[in-house]
């Protein structure tokens, strides 16, 4: 399957201007069909905390933009906006996922708010992790902050059968050695792709370095992008996927069948 990783700066708090940037550029160069196009993790607003400004409902212009990206090119779309729900209180990050014939594939609520940078103060954390599938393989979406945190890829891997990630993220410059590392250790970790997009650029908060990647199960770069504006392209192969599983069966021996002490 071919995938394309969307590595752009993100024009603060303005949707429209963003809208109609990528669909400009994705029309002087279009996907080709049946492939997957990852956007970044807000990418129409950028990281913004300003919910009474940016904030949409579930089927807002965001929603409707991937869902129109899908339908206009016959390829998957996934990116994360700020959700507003009917009635107000905290926002939710929430991350869509559209086929080619404009049905929603899934809905991912960020599970982890990255309280260090105050986005638990205005965005509630999600429940439910989504797994679905495209281009035959079984994919799970996280966003940013998610890759932290390597419980929720394993649960994925070993109890929903996960074998494509991708984690789009608004991850900043300074701690870009702990994004490259962390994708790789997911990877090799599970024995799955890994496709990750982050933006570059800056904003009111941050600059960002972008190094959007796609990692394959052995922990090799299929793709690195280090701070170009430009759209990746890389593919993923199901039968390197099931050839290093097979020749190297790490997850058959993993195990919770032990005690902590001390």
Same mark, same amino acid.
């Given at each position: 399957m ?5 590595q752009?700066?993100i ?5 429209q201007?963003?809208?109609r940037?990528?669909e400009e550029?994705?029309?002087a160069a279009?996907?080709e069909?049946?492939?997957l196009?990852v956007?970044?993790?807000m =990418? !129409?607003? &950028? ?5 009474e @400004?940016? /904030?949409?409902p579930a089927?807002g212009s ?7 990206l899908?339908?206009k090119?016959g390829?998957a779309?996934?990116g ?15 991350l ?5 014939d404009g049905?929603l ?6 599970v982890?708010? =990255? !309280?260090? &940078?105050?986005?638990a103060?205005h965005? @509630?954390? /999600?429940k439910?992790?989504?797994i ?5 393989f079984r994919i799970?979406?996280?966003?940013c902050?998610d ?7 394993r649960r994925?891997?070993?109890q929903?059968?996960a074998?494509v990630?991708?984690?789009i993220?608004n ?7 702990h ?9 090799i970790?599970?024995?799955v792709?890994?496709i990750a ?5 800056s904003d009111?908060?941050n600059?960002?370095?972008g190094?959007?990647?796609?990692i394959?199960?052995?922990g ?16 993923i192969e ?8 097979s ?14 002490l001390?």
């Amino acid at each position: 399957m071919k995938v394309y990783l969307y590595q752009r700066p993100i024009e603060w708090e303005d949707p429209q201007k963003n809208f109609r940037q990528m669909e400009e550029q994705l029309d002087a160069a279009p996907p080709e069909k049946g492939s997957l196009l990852v956007l970044a993790e807000m =990418f !129409s607003t &950028g990281f913004s905390f300003a919910l009474e @400004t940016v /904030g949409e409902p579930a089927h807002g212009s965001s929603s409707e933009f991937l869902r129109h990206l899908a339908m206009k090119f016959g390829i998957a779309t996934v990116g994360s906006f700020p959700h507003q729900p009917e009635g107000g209180g905290k926002g939710l990050n929430r991350l869509l996922a559209y086929l080619p014939d404009g049905t929603l594939a899934c809905y991912y609520d960020k599970v982890h708010p =990255f !309280s260090y &940078g105050k986005e638990a103060d205005h965005y @509630t954390g /999600g429940k439910r992790l989504p797994i679905f599938e495209f281009g035959g393989f079984r994919i799970c979406p996280t966003v940013c902050y998610d890759l932290r945190f390597p419980e929720l890829y394993r649960r994925a891997t070993l109890q929903g059968g996960a074998e494509v990630f991708l984690c789009i993220a608004n991850w900043p410059t300074p701690r870009r050695e702990h994004w490259n590392t962390l994708l790789r250790a997911r990877a090799i970790e599970n024995q799955v792709y890994m496709i990750a997009v982050n933006r570059i650029g800056s904003d009111p908060l941050n600059s960002y370095s972008g190094d959007s990647a796609v990692i394959d199960p052995r922990g090799g770069e299929a793709l690195y992008m280090e701070d170009r504006d430009e759209i990746g392209v890389a593919d993923i192969e199901r039968e390197e996927l099931e050839s290093w599983r097979s020749k190297f069966p790490a997850l058959a021996d993993a195990t919770e069948d032990f005690e902590i002490l001390g």
